[in-house]
């Protein structure tokens, strides 16, 4: 019924590694080099965010300090913030699974975009009291990668 998938296929991956590198002013100037281009590295740690992101189940939520930690950029999650902000308009992220550690949606609760979020967050059965999500029942639980026994 709800089995939307948003796994990046192996297309996907590729077209967005080898893309070229993106220019925007808008980026944070930390992530460019002196022609405002944005850095390879960086482009790195945005497609590790987006492969976990893209699998956070319907249904449930994570924190952008949770996408950082299992995307292996420890604490930070404001990186993971700045990767969904500008993820290529070919990935279909679910980036409102994404929420802040304090189980609220980032952004102003008066703006469209809280408004969109939150809509689909609802339609997929997310709960929010006093405008918070219950981490403690919908959080994603990932299972544990087990090494192959082979």
């Given at each position: 019924?709800?089995?939307?998938?948003?796994a990046?296929?192996?297309?996907?991956?590729?077209?967005?590694?080898t893309?070229?590198?993106?220019?925007?002013?808008?980026?944070?100037?930390?992530?460019?080099?002196?022609?405002?281009t944005?850095?390879?590295?960086?482009?790195?740690?945005?497609?590790?965010?987006?492969?976990?992101?893209?699998?956070?189940?319907?249904?449930?939520v994570?924190?952008?300090g949770?996408?950082?930690?299992?995307?292996?950029?420890?604490?930070?999650?404001?990186?993971?913030?700045?990767?969904?902000?500008?993820?290529?308009?070919?990935?279909?992220?679910?980036?409102h699974?994404?929420?802040?550690?304090?189980?609220?949606?980032?952004?102003?609760?008066?703006?469209?975009?809280?408004?969109?979020?939150?809509?689909?967050?609802?339609?997929?059965?997310?709960?929010?009291?006093?405008?918070?999500?219950?981490?403690?029942?919908?959080?994603?639980?990932?299972?544990?990668?087990?090494?192959?026994?082979?």
């Open positions: 019924m709800h089995s939307r998938s948003y990046l296929s192996e297309a996907q991956i590729q077209a967005f590694e893309e070229p590198v993106l220019n925007s002013n808008t980026r944070p100037a930390a992530q460019h080099d002196s022609y405002g944005l850095r390879r590295d960086m482009l790195n740690s945005y497609q590790r965010a987006y492969r976990v992101v893209a699998e956070i189940p319907f249904g449930r994570a924190t952008y949770q996408v950082a930690a299992l995307s292996g950029l420890g604490r930070r999650a404001r990186l993971v913030g700045y990767a969904l902000h500008h993820s290529p308009g070919h990935l279909t992220l679910p980036w699974r994404v929420i802040n550690a304090q189980g609220r949606i980032s952004f102003p609760p008066n703006s469209e975009a809280y408004g969109r979020q939150r809509a689909l967050l609802e339609a997929e059965g997310v709960v929010f009291v006093r405008d918070r999500v219950d981490l403690a029942c919908y959080r994603w639980h990932p299972l544990p990668a087990f090494p192959d026994l082979d």
